[in-house]
T-cell receptor
Framework: GESVGLHLPTLSVQEGDNSIINCAYS??????FIWYKQESGKGPQFIID?????DKRQGQRVTVLLNKTVKHLSLQIAATQPGDSAVYFC??????????FGKGTTLSVSS | GAVVSQHPSRVICKSGTSVKIECRSL??????MFWYRQFPKQSLMLMAT?????????EQGVEKDKFLINHASLTLSTLTVTSAHPEDSSFYIC????????????FGEGSRLTVL
């Protein structure tokens, strides 16, 4: 069964706000985590990843935080834009295995 | 980044027929490919793992005789949905990782199957 879940199924924000999407995982052996964005009818699009030896990683407008103590992953999107509206999935992986996906959070950005 | 291509992107078939979906890694050799299925408003669920030159490993609850997977080369894996039924209608997505791409997997754009 799924070992990764999400705290909130939907998130609505105003354009320009910061968004925080949360994820809980249960497999302590996972050593690699990824956030994906999926738009309707398309495959997952890589956003940012983090390995278990890190607790924070920043990209362009996005930051991923990893708290291994409580098995929690979050994605922060700065200055959210309408184009950020999509479903966001966290995924976990052990070396050499498939990615296991969480349930997904729908981000809705209104202008 | 690496490119994974799926074909067809959309397919409609009659119940009882078989449908083949192709997944190609365009600029790298994919020793391992993964097939996922996604129903509307749900997450991606792993169906099977295929390694080049060997039999696929199926997840619990996935019928191997119904979802035939062939990974005959380092750049191509195929998923054949045999004797398709309306409940097989779904979004099928492949992902691939190569020896030089530790960790990150690359996803195809998905194939929307509709069984009438």
């Amino acid at each position: 069964g799924e070992s990764v879940g999400l705290h909130l199924p939907t998130l609505s924000v105003q354009e320009g706000d910061n968004s925080i999407i949360n994820c809980a995982y249960s497999n302590s052996a996972s050593d690699y985590f990824i956030w994906y964005k999926q738009e309707s009818g398309k495959g997952p699009q890589f956003i940012i990843d983090i390995r278990s030896n890190m607790d924070k990683r920043q990209g362009q407008r996005v930051t991923v935080l990893l708290n291994k103590t409580v098995k929690h992953l979050s994605l922060q999107i700065a200055a959210t834009q309408p184009g950020d509206s999509a479903v966001y999935f966290c995924a976990e992986r052990q070396a050499g295995t498939a990615l296991i996906f969480g349930k997904g959070t729908t981000l809705s950005v209104s202008s | 980044g690496a490119v994974v291509s799926q074909h067809p992107s959309r397919v409609i078939c009659k119940s009882g027929t078989s449908v083949k979906i192709e997944c190609r890694s365009l600029d790298f050799q994919a020793t391992t490919m993964f097939w996922y299925r996604q129903f509307p408003k749900q997450s991606l669920m792993l169906m099977a793992t295929s390694n080049e030159g060997s039999k696929a490993t199926y997840e619990q609850g996935v019928e191997k005789d119904k979802f035939l997977i062939n990974h005959a080369s380092l750049t191509l894996s195929t998923l054949t949905v045999t004797s398709a039924h309306p409940e097989d209608s779904s979004f099928y997505i492949c992902s691939a990782g190569g020896q030089g791409h530790t960790g990150e997997l690359f996803f195809g754009e998905g194939s929307r199957l509709t069984v009438l």
